[in-house]
């Protein structure tokens, strides 16, 4: 069994793998601790291990991982990968997004692929057919935004949107006018680069993951493919991939 960690800005997902490549369980933690490392160990027969993280980890959980596991990753711009990485500077990379692309690659093989991931910052990433990662942009997530508008103005309050909340058009009063600017903004933003991948290329898929994205989907009324777990099944790839090259 493999357990793949995905250590965000706001929280940690883990999630554990069987031989065959199911997830067999899944976690969330605020902060992964060398205590829960310990606890997940002691219940599940884990044996291999990989870990993501856009935060400084807390080294006693990174030596508990490695001291438990039989193979540990700590994922970082020097491991190898099923997938070509063309990123100008691949140190700066955030291994989330890497993680993502391996994960859109193991989906769909042999395609172009738009991946969206909604999470504190959005990002925007593209993976060709030739499972080259070329390259993506980074963006203000949903919360960001809204915190955004009422720090830096006068009046305008700080509101958050309903989990799946179907927002208007056009808000009628200051909290919809704030979720229908700020919703659908990201809203039209995803359909953009979609427009202009249509504009520029006969064919992609498209995939969504992170925290928020249902808040998007909701509201994107066109079919967009979703993965709760696309990060999560990207480290278990890699894991994999690194467990067959030793």
């Not at 997902?13 to 490549?21: C, S, T």
């Not at 219940?43 to 039989?70: F, Q």
């Not at 990753?73 to 291994?95: C, E, F, R, S």
Request: glycine share 6%.
């Amino acid at each position: 069994m493999n357990i793949c960690i995905d250590h965000g800005n706001s929280r940690a997902k883990v999630a554990l793998f069987a031989e065959d490549g199911r997830i067999v369980k899944t976690f969330v933690y605020k902060s992964f601790t060398a205590a829960d490392v310990e606890r997940v160990f002691a219940l599940y027969p884990i044996n291999d291990s990989i870990i993501s993280s856009v935060v400084n980890l807390e080294p006693a959980m990174v030596n508990s991982l490695h001291r438990l596991s039989k193979r540990f990753v700590l994922l970082d711009h020097k491991t190898p990968l099923p997938i070509v990485n063309d990123y100008d500077t691949p140190a700066t990379l955030g291994q989330d997004r890497l993680a993502a692309a391996v994960g859109a690659a193991e989906l769909f093989p042999n395609e172009n692929v738009l991946i969206i991931d909604i999470g504190s910052a959005i990002t925007y990433d593209f993976l060709n057919k030739d499972a080259h990662y070329i390259g993506g942009n980074i963006a203000p997530g949903l919360k960001m935004r809204l915190s955004a508008l009422h720090q830096m103005t006068k009046k305008l309050p700080l509101v958050e949107a309903g989990e799946g909340e179907l927002i208007p058009l056009f808000g009628a009063n200051t909290r919809d006018a704030i979720l229908a600017g700020v919703v659908r903004g990201i809203c039209f933003e995803v359909k953009g680069y979609m427009r202009t991948l249509n504009e520029r290329m006969e064919n992609y898929q498209t995939i969504m993951t992170g925290g928020q994205a249902n808040h998007i989907l909701r509201n994107m009324q066109t079919h967009i493919c979703y993965d709760k777990h696309l990060v999560l099944k990207g480290l278990n790839r890699i894991l994999e991939f690194n467990k067959a090259h030793d």
